[in-house]
């Protein structure tokens, strides 16, 4: 818009007219629903519109057309400096998703004691049927103006979650993984686990001083009705028996709870009686951006410090292994650095290149890397036209590797901060899937680190992928 300009009361008359055609579209549905806080679900979902309203597409609220009539008397007619004083509609007929309507109001009285103005007020859509009729009544202005239109502000539909909730729903379809709850003993890594049992995701296995464990859930209200609890004296006991359940194969995944993840990682890395493999271990980031169009997935973010080039190598190959059992055939891997160009003084830029060569020579399987790439044009395609890059990886990267652990801890809590994005984890290279949830995790995030893990675990139950170890199939 780049300007408006109001009619005075003076300048109006009777039979004047002012229109606005519009088509409905998702996105307007979703940003009423989000202002209006109208979250009837026969204007967001088709299932239930089928099902309330027998209709096969979705219908926009009632007020969506009403609020076009507000736009047409404070944008035209008469403009900036109008007052709202009635309004009546009468709604024959709904809007279905793509109809289009063209609103017209029309003016029909005017009353010079009040400056008042009555307006006819009509909408039809595309088939010529009336959708919407009415009158509104306005105290229109008695100062001209035009008012430049840079003050309008921006509005986008942000959806959150849709990365998760497409995870979680997945896994409800399966059976549920058996999962080793390492010390649940305060309430978020009880009730974290026991959501996850809940929502048919996880069969836990509680691991813990029983007594504490009991305590908690009282505390907080949880049901542990038909629940395995393995009593230990301490969070170490806890440690050395959860990692035993998953190295004999009784569960499929580990979870830590309570106790500090060093304490629980000290048991997973021992080289006798731990669930160490011929792959380094590493930690994922699945990250739910809205901003972003596909999960993307951050390594590695809290167990590698300083990772060297040959961790790289399973790093990377740990998170193309997750991201194919999530259904992404040939991910792609983007090698992050300061620079998208090879520059000695920066390691990073000449590991990237190394890691590069070594997927051509198939040292790294399954995926396509880049790098190196900075972030922006690793996820962004204007950043990457702009830098003349030509990459399959360049704006549209599913896997971001980054330089160290500094750096990635970093990008991920930015993006949650700053980009309202959400961080789900799991940690990879071990014999099982071990998931890994912060305080600060939101409980879709705890639910969908349980669903990510447990996908993994599946994949490995119904052998539907060959995940290597790097010292040969399990």
Not at 130 to 144: H, L, S
Request: aromatic share 4%; charged share 20%.
């Amino acid at each position: 818009m780049q300007s408006i300009e109001n009619r005075t009361y003076a300048e109006i008359s009777i039979g004047d007219k002012a229109s606005l055609v519009r088509t409905l579209t998702k996105e307007d549905t979703e940003m009423f629903a989000a202002l209006s806080a109208d979250y009837n679900p026969t204007h967001l979902d088709e299932e239930w519109a089928t099902r309330l309203l027998k209709s096969q597409k979705i219908s926009g609220h009632g007020m969506w057309g009403g609020s076009l009539f507000s736009a047409l008397l404070g944008n035209e007619l008469p403009g900036p400096g109008s007052v709202y004083k009635t309004q009546s509609f009468t709604f024959h007929r709904p809007v279905e998703l793509g109809d289009t309507l063209t609103l017209t109001i029309t003016v029909t009285a005017k009353e010079d004691a009040t400056n008042s103005i009555t307006l006819a007020c009509l909408a039809i859509n595309q088939h010529g049927e009336t959708v919407i009729d009415g009158q509104a009544v306005v105290e229109a202005p008695t100062e001209k103006v035009r008012i430049a239109g840079a003050f309008v502000p921006e509005a986008k539909v942000r959806r959150r979650s849709h990365v998760y909730e497409d995870i979680i729903t997945q896994v409800k379809s399966m059976p549920p993984v058996s999962v080793a709850v390492c010390h649940p003993c305060d309430e978020i890594s009880l009730t974290g686990a026991l959501d996850a049992y809940q929502n048919g995701i996880i069969t836990p296995v509680l691991v813990g001083p029983e007594d504490k464990i009991r305590e908690t859930a009282e505390q907080f209200g949880q049901d542990l009705t038909g629940l395995r609890i393995i009593n230990t004296e301490h969070s170490h006991g806890s440690a050395e028996v959860s990692v035993a359940l998953c190295r004999t194969g009784e569960c499929e995944a580990l979870m830590k709870g309570s106790l500090h993840t060093d304490e629980m990682m000290h048991e997973v890395a021992k080289r006798d009686t731990g669930l160490r493999t011929g792959r380094r271990i590493s930690h994922v980031y699945i990250m739910d951006t809205p901003t972003y169009p596909k999960p993307l997935f951050i390594t590695d973010a809290a167990i590698n410090i300083y990772p060297t080039l040959e961790d790289k190598v399973d790093i990377c190959q740990n998170a193309i292994d997750l991201v194919q059992v999530m259904g992404v055939a040939t991910p792609l891997v983007a090698i992050l650095s300061a620079v998208e160009t090879v520059y000695p003084k920066i390691t990073s830029t000449i590991e990237a290149a190394a890691l590069c060569k070594m997927a051509d020579r198939g040292q790294i399987k399954g995926a396509i890397l880049d790098g190196p790439l900075a972030f922006d044009n690793a996820i962004s395609p204007e950043a990457a036209r702009i830098k003349k890059i030509t990459s399959p990886v360049a704006g549209n990267a599913d896997i971001l590797l980054v330089p160290d652990l500094e750096a990635g801890n970093m990008l991920a809590k930015q993006l949650c901060y700053l980009a309202e994005a959400e961080a789900a984890g799991i940690v990879l290279g071990a014999r099982v899937p071990i998931i890994l949830t912060s305080r600060a995790d939101t409980v879709k995030a705890r639910l969908a680190s349980c669903a990510v893990a447990a996908l993994y675990a599946q994949a490995r139950r119904t052998g539907k992928k060959k995940l290597m170890t790097g010292g040969g199939a399990e």
